[in-house]
């Protein structure tokens, strides 16, 4: 992907898990301040996670562009869900937030893989940040809101992620260009991610014995 396509598609990502961190703020019944914070931390937690163990200049302290992003899909969530009776409950909050979810999750795998490896990252460190990328943000966001993070659910969350990021990294080493490796990398962790919602598929938990 070209650096003016990779920037739009980053700041797309941003804004989508930025309405998830609004569509969290929602259902909890929160005011614009906690609409607009929710938000943003959700849309720039992870990749603020990643520049920093990269060892390089948070994006947003660079170039605020995505915090206005974010700010602003907050905001305007919460005055469409003001103006419009009912309008929440319509949109089924929870369940556009796990397919925004889904959709951010891709997006920030293979967007979080690929700048690590524009840092020279190893592959392997490449896919982890991609997964850290891709996680955080919502972790933040559950913790904020005093939710159990998505993570820690059975359901198949950061395994897509991963899915998604590793799916990128082959392609890409393959030699099969930024662009068709990232729409793989997104049609993977998409893929798998959308899957698990439509058949409420689940890891195996732990079974600890009992004598």
């Known amino acids: 992907m070209g650096g003016t396509w990779a920037n739009l598609i980053g700041s797309f990502g941003v804004g989508v898990f930025a309405l998830t961190g609004a569509l969290v703020a929602a259902r909890k019944g929160m005011d614009p301040f ?14 603020s ?8 200049p948070v994006f947003w302290i660079v170039d605020p562009t995505d915090v206005i992003v974010c700010t602003t899909v907050g905001l305007l969530t919460y005055a469409a869900g003001m103006r419009v009776v009912g309008l929440m409950a319509a949109l089924r909050p929870r369940r556009l937030l796990l397919w925004a979810d889904a959709l951010g999750l891709a997006i920030f795998a293979v967007t979080g893989t690929q700048k690590a490896f524009w840092f020279n990252a190893h592959p392997v460190t490449a896919i982890v940040l991609g997964t850290l990328t891709a996680s955080f943000g919502g972790i933040i966001r559950d913790i904020l809101a005093d939710e159990p993070p998505m993570v820690l659910h059975r359901e198949i969350y950061v395994t897509a992620a991963a899915a998604g990021a590793t799916a990128f990294a082959l392609a890409l080493l393959a030699g099969l260009g930024p662009s068709l490796s990232g729409l793989i990398g997104f049609a993977t962790g998409f893929g798998l991610r959308a899957l698990a919602i439509l058949r409420d598929w689940s890891l195996p938990p732990f079974k600890p014995r009992t004598e």
């Open 34 to 47: 906690g609409f607009a914070l929710l938000a943003t931390v959700t849309g720039i937690g992870g990749g």
């Open 49 to 56: 996670i990643r520049d920093v163990l990269l060892g390089q």
